[in-house]
């Protein structure tokens, strides 16, 4: 039986501590205001305010990761306390609660999404239908033909005419004969099979359904300022698509399989049907976008870093050492799957970038470098090094 608690915040009193590890539970706001700020925030950004009907801590919550932001009462506040095991149990009684939790999370990670990228690049990631032609012509420079002539055919078919519809359709035509790229239209299957090296779907891409990988991996990425920034590699069980799903809006990414994938498609009638009646299908849900907003926030903290491209570097793979609860214990050694160039590109560095910063990543004293893949000798070493950057960088924006 579901059974709720009420707690009372005198104005002023804090209601979360970023920082804060193991928090079992998160609060939806029944009376009064709070104040939201992360660590993360760009220097002079304003601090969310949030009322009745908001919520706060679910992301660390559901995530089981450490408090990823500061909420302090404005105003007396009254909250309902839901701890995490009380969520099925909440959601099976209110679906209208996992609905707003779930819609609300896909529209914050658009904006930190955005946000990332202007801190990461001179410029914003373009979201208007000439990105998928920048889509299939970095991936055309790349030899990648099979992802450039799925890019290069949606953009033909958003933009039938002007000079890069008559680029886009001469590549078409030079790359159809040799390229093997499924369900370029869209499709009814559920159950979709895409080959290692095909994707999925593209950034500024139509979209409207959400994927769960059911075998294989996806990488999510975007194109900006013809880089590729890799925003996250995804696994079995793992979701995604759901922003373009649940805010009908272009896909802000590409994903591309990196394996041979077969993935569950669920379109707006399946996910509606979904929330009503399969709460642990939610539940698992709102835990994979709580885990993923809670890298991107924290993925966010790093480019803030980005004046030193080795520290942001080195904080970069302890995010990745974070993001797999690798132990941070004197000692705790760990061989990652990551080349060196793979973090440069995750910080969003250009290759004239790494070219200079690379050889200074490499002697870091936290890291070696075995068969092109990082190996970290002291998975404590490398945390510390990396919260002593960061508590630098923090102390230099305040003052």
């Known amino acids: ?3 709720l608690s009420f707690v009372n915040f005198k104005q002023g009193n804090y209601v979360l501590v970023e920082g804060k590890e193991n928090p079992d539970r998160f609060y939806i706001i029944q009376s009064g205001h709070v104040k939201v700020s992360h660590q993360g925030d760009i220097p002079g950004s304003q601090p969310i305010v949030l009322g009745p009907g908001d919520f706060v801590g679910v ?15 404005m105003s007396d506040v009254v909250c309902i306390a839901v701890q995490r095991e009380q969520y099925i149990a909440l959601i099976e009684k209110n679906t209208a609660v996992a609905l707003k939790i779930i819609r609300t999370f896909a529209k914050r990670m658009r904006i930190v999404n955005e946000t990332l990228m202007e801190q990461t690049q001179s410029t914003t990631s373009r979201e208007d239908y000439e990105q998928l032609y920048n889509v299939g012509a970095y991936f055309d420079g790349q030899q990648q033909f099979d992802i450039a002539f799925f890019a290069y055919y949606q953009y033909v078919k958003m933009q039938k005419t002007g000079d890069n519809a008559k680029k886009a359709l001469q590549r078409i035509a030079v790359l159809k004969p040799r390229v093997n790229s499924p369900y370029i239209e869209p499709s009814t299957d559920m159950l979709r099979k895409y080959p290692s090296g095909s994707m999925i779907f593209s ?3 139509k979209g409207d ?3 769960i990988i ?6 999510i990425s975007k194109i900006v300022d013809g880089t590729e920034i890799t925003l996250a590699i995804l696994k079995t069980g793992d979701m995604f698509g759901e922003m373009a799903l649940l805010e009908n809006k272009p896909r802000s990414a590409n994903a591309i399989a990196t394996a041979d994938c077969v993935l569950m498609s669920i379109n707006m009638q399946n996910f509606n049907q979904m929330v009503a009646t ?5 539940d698992k849900l709102t835990n994979t976008l709580s885990e993923r907003l809670w890298s991107m926030q924290r993925q966010l903290a790093n480019s803030l870093l980005h004046a030193n491209p080795v520290a942001q570097m080195i904080d970069m793979l302890a995010l990745q050492l974070e993001k797999n609860r690798i132990p941070m214990v004197k000692g705790q050694q760990h061989h990652t799957s990551f080349s060196c160039e793979d973090i440069a590109t995750m910080c969003g560095l250009s290759k004239t970038d790494q070219a200079r910063c690379l050889p200074d990543f490499m002697r870091n004293r936290t890291i070696k470098v075995e068969k092109g893949k990082i190996f970290v000798p002291d998975c404590l070493e490398l945390y510390k090094e990396a919260s002593f950057q ?3 960088i923090l102390r230099q924006n305040q003052q």
Do not use: P
Not at 59 to 73: F, G, Y
Not at 214 to 219: H, L, P, Q, S, W
Not at 278 to 282: L, P, S
């Open 278 to 282: 399969q709460a642990q299908m939610v």
């Open 214 to 219: 059911r075998d294989g991996a996806v990488k």
């Open 209 to 211: 359904d959400l994927f």
């Open 203 to 205: 950034e500024a891409q």
């Open 1 to 3: 039986m579901l059974q």
């Open 390 to 392: 960061m508590k630098q």
């Open 59 to 73: 992301i660390s919550c559901m995530a089981k990761r450490a408090q990823i932001e500061t909420v302090i009462a």
